[in-house]
């Protein structure tokens, strides 16, 4: 005699019955079309003409059983993904490079790229490309501090990649360049202290680690200005941690360095240094005079107001649209975009009479 089969457990409390995956013929039903109209409703297809009560029907019902398109399912489909891959900065980027990336994210999905960020920490040159290519992004923005070599671009472009754009001081064979002069920022800066008649200048250094990419080329700015400046000038590297102890031992030793100006690489390390200084008595500006950059909001609501550099970046807007066109028509030559101006503003810090 056999015997019946066991009754299936029934479901432990508390837990729910696991739901099945809704499907395009789930929403095709709903709606009362075909999967077809369903795909090219949801992938914002403009070579077929669908009806705006139909487009409707179509995302009413995908949000009703909270269907989504399978992104792997759809690359498959296209050929390639939608994905534009921001690798992540390996050093601080600041405020003002962050709104940046924040403005070109959002333009970017407003043309229905699908943006990841990639935590590229550890991995450098063709490694970090082998690590992006694995995901086939349709783009790669790659930033400075990244050595990215041809190597790396090719093997990007043989992943599916048809965009590869490098956004930093340096530009890289067969990427497209958006190239930020980091020389400008320095030259900037001591432009402005000479005019004020500041003749020995100490040039913050940061000892952070990655941050040379972009210190180096600013003091060979300030270096630059000081050399063409007509009645001569000294220019000083001075190296410098950051935090209170770094920015007191330098404040200490101050007066045996003989300066009367000093461009403090940034905004932040300038306040850092500003305030040690005073600590140790020097007049600001009377004594020497400090200038940062980047122009954030905390550095107007000192006492001196410090005086800076403002760094003027691309619009999000415009590489988000360099991008799209890029991988709509990937076989041009790669082109160099001078990205980034600069200006000084003076302020209490080295202008004695500034509001």
């Not at 940046?100 to 999905?109: K, Y």
């Not at 200038?291 to 403002?310: K, Y």
């Amino acid at each position: 005699m056999s015997q019946l089969p066991e009754p299936p457990s029934p479901p432990r409390p508390g837990r729910p019955a696991e739901r099945p995956v809704p499907t395009s013929a789930d929403v095709a039903r709903l709606a009362g079309v075909s999967r077809a109209t369903v795909s090219y409703v949801l992938n914002n297809t403009s070579a077929v003409r669908i009806s705006e009560p139909t487009r409707r029907k179509v995302r009413e019902a995908a949000e009703e059983l909270a269907y989504v398109p399978h992104a792997a399912a759809r690359s498959l489909r296209a050929g390639h993904t939608r994905i534009v891959l921001l690798p992540t900065a390996h050093v601080p980027v600041g405020p003002l490079y962050g709104s940046f990336l924040n403005e070109l994210q959002w333009d970017l999905r407003r043309l229905d790229y699908t943006v990841v960020q990639y935590g590229s920490l550890g991995l450098d040159g063709d490694e970090a490309a082998r690590a992006w290519a694995e995901l086939r992004p349709v783009a790669v923005v790659a930033p400075g501090e990244i050595a990215l070599t041809p190597q790396g671009v090719e093997i990007l472009k043989r992943s599916g990649a048809k965009a590869v754009i490098t956004l930093g001081p340096r530009e890289v064979e067969g990427a497209h360049a958006l190239v930020l002069d980091q020389r400008e920022i320095g030259r900037r800066a001591v432009d402005h202290l000479l005019e004020r008649g500041r003749r020995r200048i100490g040039v913050v250094m940061p000892e952070e680690p990655g941050l040379e990419l972009f210190s180096e080329p600013r003091l060979a700015g300030a270096r630059a200005a000081a050399a063409t400046h007509t009645g001569g000038a000294r220019v000083e590297p001075l190296p410098l941690s950051y935090t209170e102890e770094s920015a007191a031992g330098l404040a200490a030793r101050w007066d045996g360095l003989g300066l009367d100006a000093v461009y403090a690489y940034n905004d932040e390390y300038a306040m850092l240094l500003m305030r040690a200084l005073q600590d140790a008595g020097t007049d600001i500006p009377g004594g020497t005079a400090v200038i940062g950059a980047d122009d954030l909001l905390l550095g107007r609501l000192l006492r001196p107001r410090l005086s800076t550099v403002r760094i003027d970046l691309v619009t999000g807007r415009r590489l988000a649209a360099l991008v799209d066109r890029v991988v709509r028509d990937p076989g041009g030559e790669p082109e160099r975009h001078d990205v980034m101006g600069a200006r000084a503003v003076g302020r209490e810090s080295t202008c004695p009479s500034s509001p």
